[in-house]
């Protein structure tokens, strides 16, 4: 054989040449499987909405400081950047797995479940591999640690939340369904998983943990209302075709029935809309045959009440009151809502301004997130390039938003909802304050007062048998 300048090429060089070729072929081959497990890991951390809970408004992704309310107290996020000093790069995979799946980080202590790791039980091995590739090696590092959290006694001991892990954790991971086709499967798996829906569809007990009996059947996140998404026709999701549900989730709205604001818009903007069309659909195949759960009060579906309607006729000719309090509910809607929602309250379809009739935030027996979102607007994504309606917090009173909120329920949604002032001033504030702090201490106390009795009974009961021992 002879080289291109003519030369005979040593059979040494030619092997040399040939293993050379074969390493770099099989490293190439690694390689792009590395590429495909991170761009996978990147997929599935999206999914799972991690950046959400562990960035700090503002701040640099991943690196947590983000304070989420709880009733037992403000819970920190954690940085989960690959830093070493700061963030987890010190983390082995079995550590990471065992932070997201079982509740416990790497020191050994108890996670607060405010972190899904519930939810995220249910992910699978090769999932877990994939997500920690990409945290070890697409996201970058940030060395600054967040504050940590201080929880009031007695949550402030961790090892509390291994007794909550043994009545409320299911650490089993999902195992798919043979009698469901694979995207029922697909869906099933998203849903209850990685996308974690039930941490704020599925109502809580007095402890805190989901119901699973009522899963998904609609629960509070702070000030806002996670409505039922079971597939009731009437109180949930069954009216909706599965093209709708996945339009909902790609463009947090669908026509004629829903839009998403508030933590529903989040999940949206950083997590849904990401999502492949067959990912969605496969949400939108399994949520239709989530089973029912029926609120008697949703007479009708939630999105069919209300028809267009105005009273302009009362405003003809008539002075605004000197009291802005004394403002009607006509007026209100007239001066603030109209130029968008339009005179009858029909909406524009092409200006993508909704109808307030036939809309669940108006339908819904449940009035909290048609009051939060005339106080907050929509706003997303963050850069207004979106979906944009203003807060009215700062234009409007209490008392306004109140009489508003009665004439909307009454003229386009369920006139069985109520709207109070109370309501408003409390959602205003940030929602009723928790007594789960007290109440723990109250417990605590119980149970150390009945100990300390048993304690005295058994001595006293020990003396008296000494006594009778006395000759
Ligand atoms: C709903 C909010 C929320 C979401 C979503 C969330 N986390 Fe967390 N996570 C937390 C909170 C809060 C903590 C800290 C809890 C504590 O201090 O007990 C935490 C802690 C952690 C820890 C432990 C870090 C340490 O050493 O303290 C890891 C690892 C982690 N999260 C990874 C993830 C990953 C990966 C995802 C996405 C798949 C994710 N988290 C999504 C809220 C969240
Ligand atoms: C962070 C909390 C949160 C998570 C996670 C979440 N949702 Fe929601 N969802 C909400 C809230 C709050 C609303 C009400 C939004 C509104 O009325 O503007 C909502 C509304 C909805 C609606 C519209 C229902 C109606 O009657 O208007 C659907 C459908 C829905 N969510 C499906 C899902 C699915 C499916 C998932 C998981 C893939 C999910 N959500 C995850 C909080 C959440
Ligand atoms: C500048 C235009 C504009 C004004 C003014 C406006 N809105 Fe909106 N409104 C919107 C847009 C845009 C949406 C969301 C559409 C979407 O998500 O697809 C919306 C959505 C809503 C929703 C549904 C929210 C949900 O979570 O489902 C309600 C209820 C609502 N508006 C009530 C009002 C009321 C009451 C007023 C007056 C106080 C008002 N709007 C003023 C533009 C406006």
Redesign the pocket.
């Known amino acids: 054989m002879k080289s291109m300048t003519g030369r005979p090429v040593p059979l040494l060089a030619l092997l040399c040449m040939l293993f050379a070729g074969l390493y770099a072929s099989t490293a190439m081959a690694t390689d792009s499987a590395n590429t495909e497990q991170l761009q996978r890991g990147q997929y599935l951390a999206t999914a799972g909405?991690c950046v959400?809970c562990h960035t700090a408004p503002n701040g640099k992704p991943f690196a947590g400081g983000l304070p989420v309310p709880t009733p037992i107290g403000t819970i920190i996020t954690t940085n989960i950047t690959p830093s070493k000093t700061a963030g987890i790069g010190n983390y082995t995979e079995q550590q990471f797995s065992d932070a997201l799946r079982r509740g416990i980080r790497a020191d050994g202590k108890q996670l607060y479940p405010a972190m899904p790791y519930t939810a995220y039980a249910q992910i699978s091995d090769d999932d877990v591999q994939a997500l920690y590739a990409w945290f070890m090696h697409g996201v970058s590092p940030v060395d600054t640690a967040p504050e940590p959290t201080r929880l009031p006694f007695p949550f402030n001991i961790r090892l509390s939340m291994a007794v909550w892990n043994l009545l409320f954790l299911d650490g089993k991971p999902f195992t798919p369904d043979p009698g469901q086709s694979a995207e029922w499967n697909r869906g099933a798996y998203?849903?209850r998983g990685l996308?974690?829906?039930s941490?704020?569809?599925t109502p809580r007990n007095l402890l805190m943990a989901e119901q699973s009996s009522h899963a998904l059947a609609g629960g509070d996140?702070g000030t806002?209302?996670?409505?039922?998404?079971t597939a009731d026709a009437n109180s949930?999701?069954g009216g909706?075709s599965e093209a709708e549900?996945a339009a909902?989730?790609k463009l947090g709205h669908a026509t004629g029935?829903?839009?998403?604001?508030?933590?529903?818009?989040?999940?949206v903007d950083n997590s849904?809309q990401h999502l492949t069309a067959t990912d969605l659909q496969a949400?939108a195949t399994y949520?239709k045959t989530v089973p029912a759960q029926h609120d008697p009060a949703d007479t009708r579906a939630?999105?069919s009440w209300g028809a267009a309607s105005d009273e302009l006729n009362s405003l003809r000719g008539v002075a605004l009151p000197s009291d802005p309090n004394q403002m009607s509910g006509a007026q209100l809607y007239d001066g603030y809502c109209a130029s968008c929602h339009q005179a009858q309250g029909q909406g524009s379809f092409d200006g993508g301004l909704p109808s307030l009739f036939h809309n669940?935030?108006t339908g819904?027996s449940n009035t909290n997130?048609l009051l939060m979102?005339i106080l907050d607007g929509i706003n997303w994504p963050a850069d207004g390039s979106g979906v944009h309606m203003p807060g009215f917090a700062q234009v409007l009173t209490d008392q306004q938003i109140a009489t508003l909120g009665s004439y909307l329920i009454k003229h386009y949604g369920n006139p069985a909802g109520v709207v109070s002032l109370d309501q408003v001033t409390t959602l205003r504030a940030g929602g009723a304050p928790s007594h789960l702090v007290l109440l723990a201490r109250l417990a605590l106390i119980v149970v150390l007062l009945v100990l300390v009795a048993i304690i005295v009974m058994l001595m006293r009961r020990r003396r008296r048998k000494a006594l009778q021992l006395r000759p």
């Not at 806002?224 to 998404?229: D, F, G, L, Q, V």
């Open positions: 909405d959400a998203l849903v996308e974690h829906c941490t704020c569809h996140v806002w209302h996670a409505p039922n998404i949930g999701i909706w549900l909902y989730l029935k829903a839009q998403a604001a508030g933590p529903m818009a989040e999940a849904l949400i949520l939630v999105d669940t935030a819904r997130n979102v």
